[in-house]
């Protein structure tokens, strides 16, 4: 079992920065790749952003356009989240995400991830 806790989620004006933070425990090695996936009132969950555990792979959903970064201290067993240049539809309950299959492979679907954060609130004000 991975047990996933987000943090540094709330309220930022448009053009705002946040950073999001997940905090990983339990059977971390088992861990092969992770992401950020986020769901708006009334859409679907969306993936954000992933990155494999173990190398440098790196994938960033298309409405990302360079504005957020995702990064892991395998050390510390975090995944972060640094947010630049937020506009209103960023607006969403985002989701830190872990996957134990044998590979770094990085894939859009939520079907790939195997443990699951609460979610934290991000509200961007227009």
């Known amino acids: 079992q991975v047990h996933l806790v987000e943090s540094g989620g709330g309220l930022v004006q448009t053009g705002g920065s946040l950073n999001l933070s997940c905090a990983a425990s339990?059977?971390?090695?088992?861990?092969?790749?992770v992401g950020w996936f986020r769901q708006a009132p009334g859409k679907g969950r969306e993936v954000v952003a992933a990155?494999?555990?173990?190398?440098?792979?790196?994938y960033y959903g298309d409405f990302v356009h360079g504005r957020f970064t995702i990064s892991r201290d395998n050390d510390k067993n975090t995944l972060s989240l640094q947010m630049d240049s937020l506009n209103p539809e960023d607006t969403a309950v985002y989701y830190c995400?872990?996957?134990?299959?044998?590979?770094?492979?990085?894939?859009?679907?939520?079907?790939?991830?195997?443990?699951w954060g609460k979610g934290i609130q991000v509200t961007v004000s227009s």
């Open positions: 995400a872990a996957g134990i299959r044998p590979t770094t492979t990085l894939y859009s679907g939520d079907e790939w991830y195997d443990y």
């Open positions: 990155i494999a555990w173990i190398n440098k792979n790196v």
């Open positions: 339990g059977s971390v090695n088992s861990i092969y790749y």
